[in-house]
């Protein structure tokens, strides 16, 4: 047998065994885009990701404002029943339902 034939022999058996070298080295060399990608998939905020923030602040905001709404008409009720301390408490309710309603988040 000649060299040639030898060495086209020899590439053709060893062909299988270096094809998982090959897929090994393409993955080698193209890890690092990968991670890159992937962090900046991380560090960004998608669209609806922000929308859906935005949503769930909006939504604890209004529960926030109902729950003080609730409590000022009960103190105010009292208040108009003659209870001084309800009028004290019933502005106290009033002035930090002012402060929730101003606090929206800015619009995206």
Same mark, same amino acid.
């Given at each position: 047998?000649?060299?040639?034939?030898?060495?086209s022999? $020899?590439?053709? /058996? &060893?062909? #299988?065994?270096l094809?998982g /070298?090959i @897929?090994?080295? *393409?993955?080698?060399?193209?890890? #690092?885009?990968?991670?890159?990608?992937?962090?900046?998939?991380?560090? *960004?905020?998608? +669209?609806? %990701?922000?929308? %859906?923030?935005?949503?769930?602040e909006?939504?604890?905001?209004?529960?926030?404002?109902? +729950? $003080?709404?609730?409590?000022? +008409?009960?103190?105010?009720?009292q /208040?108009d &029943? @003659?209870? %001084?301390d309800? /009028?004290?408490?019933?502005?106290n309710?009033?002035?930090?339902?002012? +402060?929730?309603?101003?606090?929206a #988040? #800015?619009?995206h």
């Amino acid at each position: 047998m000649t060299t040639t034939k030898l060495m086209s022999a $020899l590439a053709l /058996c &060893a062909a #299988p065994f270096l094809s998982g /070298c090959i @897929g090994t080295a *393409t993955k080698v060399v193209t890890a #690092p885009v990968r991670v890159a990608g992937k962090a900046a998939d991380m560090a *960004t905020t998608s +669209q609806s %990701e922000a929308d %859906e923030k935005r949503g769930r602040e909006m939504r604890h905001r209004e529960e926030k404002i109902g +729950q $003080l709404d609730r409590q000022y +008409q009960k103190h105010l009720r009292q /208040c108009d &029943a @003659g209870d %001084e301390d309800a /009028c004290l408490k019933a502005r106290n309710d009033y002035a930090e339902i002012q +402060q929730f309603s101003g606090s929206a #988040p #800015p619009p995206h």
